[in-house]
T-cell receptor, first 116, second 114 residues
Framework: DVKVTQSSRYLVKRTGEKVFLECVQD?????MFWYRQDPGLGLRLIYF???????EKGDIPEGYSVSREKKERFSLILESASTNQTSMYLC???????????????FGSGTQLSVL | GENVEQHPSTLSVQEGDSAVIKCTYS??????FPWYKQELGKGPQLIID?????GEKKDQRIAVTLNKTAKHFSLHITETQPEDSAVYFC?????????????FGAGTRLAVHP
């Protein structure tokens, strides 16, 4: 089975701190994604990557950056955490389908980040 | 803009009843429509998907229907069981900048009561 592992289940940080959320997948998937989950808003795409050292902005990239130095690892960075970034963060991976379609996404269990 | 609307936001049914969740999408070019189930404390997991060249797909107690003309698709769960209790998300594919991405609905919290 595909396993997507997120480094922390719960995280509490202070406003202004630099925060790193780590994600590792073990199925050699090319594609990796970071989503944010908020009640009533569903899952919103922050950033994605289709290859090592490659990144593309999603729908809500402001205040975030990402790093993909190795195929299996995709990191989400909050340069200066703010209270409105308190949320559940979900990492996902997939293999490419025909025409670069997002095929089946495999999600990690999520990191609940609280910024105080 | 790109949008997927999902209804209802909460759904409560008795065990054995059917449950239906409906979604509408904005881009007529969307061609892939997956459904994800998220159990408490876990990440979402794909349960069924449908492509635009198909009108209906079934997998045991779950089925998805697609109406491309009306731009809506639905998830049907028959003979519901307590283990069906979860949050369900629909999604639709959108093409942007040469890439296809998924836009998710807001989610439906389904409660199945014994």
């Amino acid at each position: 089975d595909v396993k997507v592992t997120q480094s922390s289940r719960y995280l509490v940080k202070r406003t202004g701190e630099k925060v790193f959320l780590e994600c590792v997948q073990d199925m050699d998937h090319e594609n990796m994604f970071w989503y944010r989950q908020d009640p009533g808003l569903g899952l919103r795409l922050i950033y994605f990557s289709y290859d090592v050292k490659m990144k593309e902005k999603g729908d809500i990239p402001e205040g975030y950056s990402v790093s993909r130095e190795k195929k299996e690892r995709f990191s989400l960075i909050l340069e200066s955490a703010s209270t409105n970034q308190t949320s559940m963060y979900l990492c996902a991976s997939s293999s490419p389908g025909g025409g670069a379609t997002n095929e089946k996404l495999f999600f990690g269990s999520g990191t609940q980040l609280s910024v105080l | 803009g790109e949008n997927v609307e999902q209804h209802p936001s909460t759904l409560s049914v008795q065990e054995g009843d059917s449950a239906v969740i409906k979604c509408t999408y904005s881009d007529s070019a969307s061609n892939y429509f997956p459904w994800y189930k998220q159990e408490l404390g876990k990440g979402p997991q794909l349960i069924i998907d449908i492509r635009s060249n198909v009108g209906e797909k079934k997998d045991q107690r779950i089925a998805v229907t697609l109406n491309k003309t009306a731009k809506h698709f639905s998830l049907h769960i028959t003979e519901t069981q307590p283990e069906d209790s979860a949050v369900y998300f629909c999604a639709a594919s959108f093409s942007s900048g040469g890439y296809n991405k998924l836009i998710f609905g807001a989610g439906t919290r389904l409660a199945v009561h014994p």
